[in-house]
């Protein structure tokens, strides 16, 4: 996993940007061009924050994400997550030809 934070070592509490059940996706739009807007984020699980990236293909509004590092236990499950939220929520921006999100933010228990 590429973990961004962890509990401390003397058992303290996990960072707050972790949930305590659940996966909750958090990314920021980083690069467009006219093929494609590209998002990078983390999927933030209660036991690590895994880091992703997800490309919005333009003008069709296809999405493919990927877990960036290696070793990561459901990798292709978060992918397949994270592109199915961020396509639900660049859908109508790119349908209608507006701007895409700046950021984006979902949870899944």
Do not use: C
């Not at 949930?19 to 990314?27: L, T």
């Amino acid at each position: 996993m590429v973990p961004i934070d962890a509990p401390d070592d003397d058992g303290g509490a996990p960072s707050a940007d972790r949930p305590d059940f659940g996966v909750r996706y958090s990314v920021e739009r980083v690069g467009a061009d006219a093929r494609a807007v590209t998002y990078r984020g983390h999927a933030h699980l209660p036991s690590a924050s895994v880091a992703l990236e997800v490309r919005v293909a333009l003008p069709n509004g296809a999405t493919e994400a990927r877990v960036l590092g290696e070793g990561v236990a459901d990798a292709a499950e978060l992918q397949r997550a994270a592109a199915a939220l961020v396509r639900a929520a660049t859908k109508s921006a790119v349908a209608s030809g507006r701007a895409l999100p700046r950021k984006i933010v979902r949870w899944r228990g």
